[in-house]
């Protein structure tokens, strides 16, 4: 039923651009502008580069030749902006008349560093990363591509401040740490909307391919004020690819995880505009098919099997010059298994976690605006329904099967006002309604747990910016009303920014956030440890966690020549009350292994990222670093069955040191070779008794996980081209040693770079 549906709303979405070019123009004034893009080192024509009146919808691409063609435009004054990733943004003023053609032509200077690029996350409206009042970094595709990321999970540990985990031996449960903090602490948004759910939180990171990303916004720090609960740690906002021409690509990888296992990995991607630009749709699927992964011959999996399939797409459609329709919807199917017997049924197995997951959602989302671009009206609404079956047991156990089923909506609208000057100087004023729904069913009869829970929040956010080229001061505010919280929450905001010169950034920020008691992501995975199984419950007096932070930063850009260079310092520390703590409670009736999430005195986090990066036409280098301190306030015992384990105040999992490098040489000019890499600082990790006679903590080593990638480009015809591609990763095997073993390990004990030696071959054919 799934993919009937999904085959009528592409025909419908495809049937729309096709007959968009049988509209009749919005603004029959043939008033035009024509030109050419040029590099302005090499002066070679530029192929697909953005060219639109900025405050309107009008807008299109350079063809193959580097030319461009606006026609039938309305008359007026207008700004016309040339935009594209990897050079300066450059913005024209032109005065269009009916009946006339201009000839506007541009020059496009090298931008390596992106700082002009458009982000949302830093204050929800569209602003350059230079101008930007909090400091926001930007993962693009082609970070994705050079480090050979099938999935969200696996480009995420190319920024500062974050570090992607596997929590579980059998299934793969993963999450992501921002600046120290664990994945509740994290808001994931799709296209600026939280609907990734507590539920789809469990293997969400892995379920996203990299091919429907257009581009990952990480904002570090309180972001409460702007995007509600659980955006303590900070948000990562995964901005989906939109349709700019018309473009195919289909790509295939094998790699082989410790040379002996299989990782299939298929994508296609098609993107159909109409010639006015009034319409567009961009199509993508993957496929992939992962084999089980057995490191140690015990027979037991260190990465389970995984079949994924996903379709989906991305569509627009300008109804005016001021207005614009935007649809997206997508459908992911997802199949893991783990532990032994693969290939049995998983009550045959003595350890078994089995996942089928069928994920249908989608967003449609209208922006308005007025003619001279003062007043901005975005409304929106997203959805995303999960169902999943599932079978988390030991032991042969018929009873460990369940069904879980989520329901997420979030619909809100947002009102933006520019002002020529408010007080004392130029602002903008951003105000909205939003309301978030999700409903969560969880039930596991044999294990008796049944999890029921709906969720309602209501919001109102509310902040003025005041911004020139040197100064930005932001002030603002979310109220939120959680059905699970007696009381309303005010989340406030405040940011400072200051340019003593063009080249240098100085930023500063405050914020507070909360997470509400409620089930989390790792809530609804059941981990298999010593022969039984591990439930986290909710303590009955659980009260929401509050945070407190501030950081500040400074952003230094500079050209030396033909070297661009980018160096980023900066420092943050957040404060937690009434902080969520898991502790052993014992055994239940059946023999599963308790653990509570209660509240504690609190926590307190503190460091510094550091980044830098340096261009210089054939070679790129990008490197950061984290060092940092995590905290509780008081030292908390977390076993119930070792008593001489002393308390501990350092928070698990979490390295005090920690950071990664991206580089990319092309030698000449078709050929490019990348070598990528990340570090992970020794850390403090929970082992559970069952393998070993009783709980423990250790201290493992450090890691240095390297990788090679090689692509060469072949022109076929034309515009078509074919690109062939092979790599080794994680070269120096910095892989864990010493794993549980047998049906009664830890699951949870597993730490470390996500896979061992690998090896892999692709090839991409791109139009």
């Not at 998983?346 to 003619?371: M, R």
């Not at 029921?452 to 003025?464: A, D, E, K, P, R």
């Not at 340019?499 to 509400?516: H, K, M, Q, V, W």
Request: proline share 4%; net charge negative.
């Amino acid at each position: 039923m799934n993919k009937i549906t999904l085959l009528i709303l592409c025909l419908c979405c495809t049937s729309m651009v096709v007959r968009a070019d049988d509209v009749p123009a919005l603004n029959p004034s043939d008033a035009n502008i024509v030109g050419h893009i040029l590099d302005k080192k090499t002066k070679e024509h530029l192929a697909f580069i953005t060219v639109f009146l900025k405050g309107t919808t009008i807008g299109t691409t350079t063809d193959a030749t580097g030319h461009y063609y606006l026609k039938n435009l309305p008359e007026g004054d207008f700004t016309v902006v040339m935009k594209s990733l990897g050079y300066k943004t450059v913005e024209k003023p032109v005065i269009v008349k009916k009946g006339k053609t201009l000839e506007l032509n541009f020059e496009a200077e090298e931008d390596a560093v992106s700082l002009d690029g458009v982000v949302v996350s830093a204050n929800r409206n569209e602003t350059t990363r230079r101008k930007a009042p909090s400091l926001v970094n930007v993962l693009d595709a082609k970070t994705f591509e050079t480090t050979h990321a099938t999935s969200l999970a696996d480009g995420l540990n190319f920024q500062p401040g974050v570090r992607v985990e596997n929590n579980c031996q059998n299934c793969g449960f993963q999450q992501v740490r921002i600046n120290g903090l664990e994945g509740p602490y994290t808001q994931i948004l799709v296209d600026s909307r939280p609907i990734f759910s507590a539920l789809t939180g469990v293997y969400g990171l892995e379920q996203i391919p990299a091919n429907m990303i257009e581009r990952v916004e990480i904002m570090r720090g309180g972001g409460s004020a702007l995007f509600g609960s659980s955006a303590i740690a900070g948000t990562i906002n995964i901005i989906t690819k939109e349709p700019l021409r018309n473009s195919a690509q289909l790509a295939h990888s094998l790699t082989m995880i410790g040379g002996n296992s299989a990782d299939n990995n298929t994508t296609l991607n098609a993107s159909l505009v109409t010639d006015d630009h009034k319409a567009g749709v961009y199509l993508f699927g993957q496929s992939r098919h992962r084999s089980a992964y057995d490191h140690d011959g015990d027979g037991f999996s260190e990465l389970g099997q995984l079949e994924a399939r996903t379709v989906g797409f991305r569509s627009y459609l300008k109804t005016s010059t001021y207005s614009k329709l935007g649809f997206e919807y997508h459908n992911i199917s997802e199949y893991r298994r783990g532990g032994n017997h693969i290939n049995l049924p998983p009550h045959e197995a003595d350890v078994a976690e089995q996942t089928d997951h069928s994920i249908n959602g989608g967003g449609l989302k209208f922006d308005l605006f007025s003619n001279d671009y003062k007043h901005r009206l975005n409304v929106y609404a997203s959805a995303q329904h999960t169902n999943r079956k599932s079978y988390y047991g030991t032991n042969q156990n018929l009873d460990a099967y369940g069904r879980t089923t989520d329901m997420t909506f979030v619909g809100g609208s947002q009102y933006s006002y520019n002002w020529d000057k408010c007080l004392f100087m130029p602002a903008e004023f951003t105000g909205g309604l939003e309301y978030n729904f999700d409903e969560l069913k969880d039930e596991m009869l044999g294990y008796n747990r049944i999890v029921n829970q709906t969720v309602h929040i209501g919001s109102l956010f509310l902040q003025n910016e005041w911004k020139n080229d040197k100064w930005s001061f932001l002030v603002g505010g979310r109220f939120d009303k959680h059905n699970l919280i007696d009381h309303l929450i005010f989340s406030p905001r405040a940011n400072i920014r200051f340019n003593p010169t063009e080249d240098i950034n100085l930023r500063a920020s405050y914020s507070s956030g909360f997470r509400a008691p409620q089930a989390f992501d790792e809530d609804l995975h059941v981990a298999a440890v010593g022969g039984d199984v591990a439930i986290i419950q909710l303590a009955p007096d659980l009260k929401e966690e509050k945070s407190q932070s501030i950081s500040a930063s400074v952003d230094f850009y500079h050209r030396f020549g033909p070297v661009q260079m980018n160096l980023l310092v900066e420092g943050f520390y957040t404060d937690l009350n009434d902080v969520f703590f898991l502790q052993e409670k014992g055994h239940d009736e059946q023999g599963n292994l308790i653990l509570e999430r209660r509240n504690k005195e609190g926590a307190r986090v503190m460091g510094l990222n550091l980044e830098g990066k340096a261009v210089y036409s054939w070679l790129q280098f990008q490197m950061g670093a984290t060092i940092q301190r995590s905290r509780y306030k008081e030292a908390l015992t977390w076993s119930e069955t070792n008593p001489a384990i002393p308390p501990q105040k350092k928070m698990f999992r979490t390295p005090d040191v920690y950071g990664y490098f991206t580089s990319t040489f092309t030698p000449v000019k078709r050929l490019a070779v990348s070598l990528t890499g990340t570090y992970t600082g020794s850390m403090l990790v929970q082992h559970l008794a069952g393998y070993i006679p009783e709980d423990k903590e250790e201290k493992t080593r450090d890691f240095f996980d390297l990788n090679m990638k090689i692509a060469y480009d072949i022109p076929v015809y034309k515009s078509v081209t074919l690109q062939v591609n092979a790599g080794i990763q994680n070269i120096f095997e910095a892989y864990q040693n010493d794993f549980d073993q047998g049906k009664d390990r830890d699951s949870k004990y597993i730490y470390g770079p996500g896979i061992p030696r690998s090896y892999f071959v692709g090839c991409k054919i791109s139009y």
